[in-house]
């Protein structure tokens, strides 16, 4: 394990909320703030930062909550940009609950891919490599004096 004096603030912070979301086996709706936004953004930022929104949405997150929860999370800790861009995206899939039809958005995705770039045609993936939005986290985190030691 990790020397404690290794780790930043933010890894602490993100450890504890994801023991916390262990503690509730997992399931988002039970996780309580700020816990709840901890574990939305770092699991959404991962993705994201690993191929864009076109990772974001290849796959489902566990239980598929509504993709509304992760704009709000990027909204609530000052990312208005990345929740417009996830917000307008899945505008763009045309479905009622698209966090629950993965197949319906990788057809939708495959049939927008811009071979070059490898992104989705009209979609903002200025949010893959942010590295603003770990700051933004760790500052939301700490107003809410959240110490990432329980």
């Known amino acids: 394990m ?7 603030p933010l890894d602490s912070l993100i450890d504890a909320a994801f023991a916390r979301f262990a503690e509730v086996d997992f399931e988002l709706s039970k996780l309580e703030e700020p816990a709840r936004t901890m574990v939305i953004i770092t699991s959404a930022q991962g993705r994201i930062d690993n191929g864009g929104l076109r990772c974001f949405f290849e796959g489902d997150f ?22 417009a861009a996830i917000k307008d995206a899945v505008r763009s899939f045309g479905l009622a609950s698209p966090e629950s039809c993965v197949e ?13 770039s490898q992104a989705i045609r009209g979609w903002d993936d200025r949010g893959c490599g942010d590295t603003t939005v770990w700051s933004k986290l760790v500052q939301w985190a700490l107003e809410r004096k959240v110490d990432g030691t329980d």
């Open 2 to 8: 990790p020397n404690k004096e290794d780790s930043s």
């Open 62 to 83: 566990p239980g598929t909550p509504p993709y509304s929860l992760f704009e709000e999370a990027y909204a609530r800790i000052g990312c208005a940009t990345i929740s």
């Open 104 to 116: 319906e958005r990788r057809a939708y995705m495959n049939d927008h891919l811009d071979e070059e």
